[in-house]
């Protein structure tokens, strides 16, 4: 193995442990719903949704990058350059995630001054994390640009992948930056918000996690380069295009103009359009080779994904970003089960395929005759589609008792939260919870104990001999 790809196993190994974190948050945010005394004054409900939500950003980032950092030098034919650094900066990483964390759990908030933004909490909604870490955070991401771009630059050698790939950095890298201004008018400060939230998650990564399933679907099946490349391309073109312009659905009611009503709430809609059309011509494509692969599970989660992405951040997203829909359905529990399953089946899925298809090559794993990755990948999956209907159940009810009807008032805020569907929404929440968590632990297992079982025969068998 390469140096980075070592690295690249260190950093799937912390993406896997703040997913169980993120897990563990989010069961405790459930509950609440179902339990509105819990700790409280203790670890309040607020503190729970803040780490459940940026160990959600934080874990995708750290498998993205360890993604790339495994299959750079594999599309290059060399070491990445100054990996050194990224070794370092890796560490820095872990540590500054574990300090936030602390914090976060134990300090919780502090007084509206600048030491409080600088080490306890930013508290703008998504980017929390207190200043020191966020420009942590960008010491990072430009230390794994330069890595890329200079490894690309010394091989003398580009791919289509890797062009994208590069231009992808400099949005990447360049979007997080909305998370320093201090705004004080709150139209303009949402405005600037809402490019680094929407953007930064739902473009950039668009095209990072394109690349990924890129040379990921190369390897797994087969796929022709020419294949990936052309979709890429596409990818592109269509977050160009629908991203920015998809973006509008954000400013329905903070002040923009009325045209980014119909612009945004219709080209939204179709940014996950390439990356469903990359693995189905690649899954088509290699079923006229009668390709037979051999990591079921990597193929699984790589369908996930598609699919995943097309279903949660295309269907659910369109169906309540209209803006005669969202007029009715913004913030309510309808929005975060459009959450929930955009970001598992965008992105959350991918890693998992990605971290199978590493596994696979590390561990010298023949096949995967285990039970294990069935159940995780069903519990996983079960438990996050019964998430996204309780939530939907509550959202809808929201939306009809609390908005349309109820005017949006303090009363009609606590009769939708009285309805029996909103609460039996809740419950579901918790119970399905509880499956993904089972699911996570499974996986976990499964994780560990790849090609670790076959070794293990194999010796007993050489000793008996």
Not at 168 to 187: G, H
Request: net charge neutral.
């Amino acid at each position: 193995m390469y140096r980075s790809q070592r690295l690249a196993l260190r950093y799937f190994a912390a993406a896997i442990t703040l997913f169980g974190v993120m897990t563990a948050a989010g069961l405790l945010s459930a509950l609440y719903y179902v339990d509105s005394s819990l700790l409280y004054n203790v670890f309040d409900f607020q503190m729970a949704k803040i780490l459940h939500i940026n160990t959600l950003v934080i874990w995708l980032l750290m498998g993205f990058i360890g993604a790339v950092y495994w299959f750079l030098p594999r599309e290059l034919g060399r070491e990445v350059v100054g990996i050194w650094l990224a070794e370092v900066l890796f560490w820095i990483f872990c540590a500054a995630v574990a300090v936030v964390a602390v914090v976060f759990i134990f300090v919780q908030y502090g007084s509206s001054d600048q030491f409080s933004m600088w080490f306890i909490n930013q508290g703008r909604k998504y980017v929390e994390a207190p200043r020191w870490a966020a420009v942590g955070i960008v010491a990072v991401v430009l230390t794994f640009v330069y890595n890329v771009t200079a490894t690309a630059w010394r091989a003398r050698r580009m791919t289509g992948i890797l062009w994208v790939l590069i231009l992808d950095l400099v949005p990447l890298s360049v979007l997080y930056l909305d998370a320093f201004p201090q705004i004080t008018n709150m139209s303009h400060d949402l405005y600037w918000w809402w490019w680094l939230v929407h953007m930064w998650v739902e473009g950039t990564w668009e095209v990072l996690i394109g690349c990924l399933m890129a040379w990921s679907l190369m390897e797994l099946m087969g796929t022709s380069r020419r294949i990936v490349e052309a979709w890429l391309y596409i990818e592109v073109m269509m977050v160009l295009g629908t991203g920015i312009l998809g973006l509008g659905h954000h400013y329905f009611w903070i002040g923009t103009p009325q045209y980014w009503l119909g612009i945004g709430g219709f080209f939204s809609a179709l940014e996950p359009l390439p990356l469903l059309g990359m693995v189905v011509h690649a899954v088509y494509d290699a079923g006229t080779h009668h390709m037979k692969t051999t990591n079921r599970p990597a193929f699984y989660w790589v369908l996930a994904e598609a699919f995943g992405n097309f279903i949660g951040a295309g269907v659910w997203g369109f169906m309540m970003t209209l803006p005669q829909i969202n007029l009715y359905s913004h913030g309510t529990q309808w929005t975060v089960s459009h959450g929930h399953f955009a970001f598992w089946g965008a992105y959350g899925c991918g890693v998992i395929a990605i971290i199978y298809l590493v596994l696979q090559q590390t561990r010298k794993a023949q096949n995967f005759d285990s039970r294990a990755w069935k159940w995780s990948f069903a519990l996983l999956n079960l438990g996050l589609v019964g998430m996204v209907g309780g939530l939907l159940v509550a959202g809808i009810t929201q939306a009809i008792y609390e908005r349309a009807q109820g005017g949006s008032t303090l009363q009609a805020f606590v009769v939708a939260s009285e309805n029996q569907w909103f609460q039996s929404g809740m419950y579901a929440r918790v119970i399905f919870g509880l499956l993904f968590a089972i699911g996570y632990l499974v996986l976990v297992y499964d994780l560990l104990v790849i090609g670790k079982r076959a070794a293990v025969a194999q010796r007993t068998q050489e000793a008996s001999a």
